[in-house]
Structure formats: structure tokens, C-alpha cells
């Protein structure tokens, strides 16, 4: 079993929609979970951190909910400049060791 | 500020060849991580560096990969007699680590080297 699974989509939206994105992982001691997005042949950029209380940037929310082990990331209003890959990543306490997700691809169309 | 730097951006080299890879990363940040990326693929885990020393290389998938990282800066990625699956993008991450928590703050990633292996 990977220890981070997300659905690789392609979601494919039309701009202005909300999107929403889930993330599982396997190991309940995970300390910290992010958000990456990936632009086609481009290095991971952090989108956001998720906290336990789950946090807003602008038109993005992540939720963490650590009794079910998963991670969400919801975009509204989606843009063109959204489409993307999104990368859920969870980081363990020992060796300060990172999961990547495979990534979630999000298609906004005209 | 400068970010993560990675050189060469490109490599290509033929079967059997040895490869070294270079990361340079955000000045002053402790910790230091390689993954690789085959395309289409997500990130996979290589090795972390805390300092100069590594505590986990649990990662490297065979004895044919090595790291190093000299004076808590620079590192180098080396690859021994290079077979068509090392083929990938290279990628190095660095962050500051929030010392004894165990808990490193976000990895900012170079742009990666893209490995091709004829």
C-alpha cells in the first residue's frame, strides 16, 4: 500500500467552478501535510500547509482530518492559471522523511 | 533571495557511465533532500541529509546511487555505471529544520536535473 494515495483525475472544470481534491495516507504518526503544485516540467512549488484546524489562502481551504487520515484541498472560483498538478505530501517525526501523492491533474477550461 | 540551484540541468549519457549530479541549496537551510521523478510519475524519496550527515538512505535503490554533502551546503548525487531506469528527473529540495522538534519547515526545490541514459 503507498503511504500517500490521491486520485490522478484529470478533474476537468470550467473556470469559475469549485474543485475539490482528497489525499489518503497510511501512517497515522504523520506530523505535517502540505499542498504542492506542479506546472508541466517544472519543479514542485509549495501551495499551502494544511494545520489540524484547517486553513484558507485566498480561494484555496485544506481540511485535515486525522481520524480518517485524509487531506483535502479545495479550489473556488477555479482560473485558467490553476490548471496544474497538485501534490499532497506528508511528512513522518522520525528522519524528517516526505510522501508524495502521484498527484491530482486539474484541467480549468475556458 | 537565491533559491535551490541544481546543475547540469540536462545530462545525457550513455549506459554504463558514471554521473554526478550538484545541488546547491537555500543558504543556510540544514536539511537537504533528493527525490527523482519519472515522468508522468510522482516524487520518489532518495535520501535527507540533516547537516553533513544522512540518517536515512533507506531510500537509494541500489549501491549504485551515492550521496554526499560537504560543509552543510553543497551536495552531489552519483550515480555509478548508469542503466535506461535511471533515466528521470532529479530533483533537491532543501528547508530550515526546526531543530528538536523533528519537524522540518517547507522544502523549496531546485529545477532539477533531467537525467537521460542511452
Known amino acids: 500500500r503507498k503511504e500517500v494515495e490521491q486520485d490522478p483525475g484529470p478533474f476537468n472544470v470550467p473556470e469559475g467552478a469549485t474543485v475539490a481534491f482528497n489525499c489518503t495516507y497510511s501512517?497515522?504518526?504523520?506530523?505535517?501535510f502540505f499542498w504542492y503544485r506542479q506546472d508541466c516540467r517544472k519543479e514542485p512549488k509549495l501551495l499551502m500547509s494544511?494545520?489540524?484546524s484547517g486553513n484558507e489562502d485566498g480561494r484555496f481551504t485544506a481540511q485535515l482530518n486525522r481520524a480518517s487520515q485524509y487531506i483535502s484541498l479545495l479550489i473556488r472560483d477555479s482560473k485558467l492559471s490553476d490548471s496544474a498538478t497538485y501534490l499532497c505530501?506528508?511528512?513522518?517525526?522520525?528522519?524528517?522523511?516526505?510522501?508524495f501523492g502521484s498527484g491530482t491533474k486539474l484541467n480549468v477550461k475556458p | 533571495g537565491a533559491g535551490v540551484s541544481q546543475s547540469p540541468s540536462n545530462k545525457v549519457t550513455e549506459k554504463g557511465k558514471d554521473v554526478e549530479l550538484r545541488c546547491d541549496p537555500i543558504?543556510?537551510?540544514?536539511?537537504l533532500y533528493w527525490y527523482r521523478q519519472s515522468l508522468g510519475q510522482g516524487l520518489e524519496f532518495l535520501i535527507y541529509?540533516?547537516?553533513?550527515?544522512?540518517?536515512?538512505k533507506s531510500g537509494l535503490p541500489s549501491d549504485r546511487f551515492s550521496a554526499e554533502r560537504t560543509g552543510g551546503s553543497v551536495s552531489t548525487l552519483t550515480i555509478q555505471r548508469t542503466q535506461q531506469e535511471d533515466s528521470a528527473v532529479y530533483l533537491c529540495?532543501?528547508?530550515?529544520?526546526?531543530?528538536?522538534?523533528?519537524?522540518?519547515?517547507?522544502?523549496?526545490f531546485g529545477p532539477g536535473t533531467r537525467l537521460t541514459v542511452l
Open positions: 529540495a532543501s528547508s530550515q529544520s526546526r531543530g528538536g522538534t523533528g519537524l522540518s519547515d517547507t522544502q523549496y
Open positions: 505530501v506528508v511528512g513522518t517525526r522520525n528522519f524528517n522523511k516526505f510522501y
Open positions: 543558504s543556510g537551510h540544514t536539511a
Open positions: 541529509f540533516q547537516g553533513n550527515s544522512a540518517p536515512d
Open positions: 501512517n497515522s504518526a504523520s506530523q505535517s
Open positions: 494544511v494545520y489540524s
